[in-house]
């Protein structure tokens, strides 16, 4: 058997160096009047993931007025990468803008963000959609994990909000992946006993 190395331990980030940062960062924000809320992997864990991360992602709603140099590079979709120095160690920060088709979903979820423990958090239904637009396979695992949890995830409240945010055909085209999701998250691929609210009628 192959033995696999666990390379980049030392890069995660602590629940308390996650939250330093992000009361930074959200300051930073608070003082320049820019909406912002948290999503990702640290999401993941207000909601009850054992999932580890590397860094922190938010969705604001414009930039920071970071100074010469502060920004190390820039997301493909629209955005920054920084890093917020706090008491331990640097904590990277996926500032996330988008520029694409998507940013009017992003925005949207930023909107409806909650407060948990007075931080803006992306709710469990918003994060399902940002993630099933994501697309990548831990996206995957994520949204898999939150659907199973009990009165977490409002099925029905996810397809009202990619209708009434997006549009008939981007549900058109979601819901089949997202039928999967949910037979998986129930253990029950091709479930007949509940439409999830996916029916068009």
Known sequence: ????????????????????????????????????????????????????????????????PLKDGEIKGFLKQGGENFLIETEKRSVPIDWILRNDEAKKIYQAALKDAVKINKIPIITPEWLIILKYIAGRFKDQEDCIFLLGQMDLVNRQKVKDLILTNGSGDMWLAMRAGLKRWYDLADGTINAEKDDYGLRDS
């Not at 608070?30 to 992997?41: F, K, L, R, T």
């Not at 999401?43 to 580890?52: D, H, N, Q």
Request: charged fraction near 30%; proline fraction near 2%; include cysteine.
């Open 1 to 64: 058997m192959k033995e696999r190395k666990l390379n980049g331990l030392t890069d995660l980030i602590s629940g308390d160096e996650a939250i330093e940062a992000i009361e930074k960062v959200g300051a930073l924000a608070d003082e320049n009047n820019i909406d912002w809320a948290v999503c990702g992997g640290i999401a993941m864990v207000v909601y009850g993931s054992p999932r580890l991360t590397k860094d922190v992602d938010i969705i604001a709603s414009k930039s920071l």
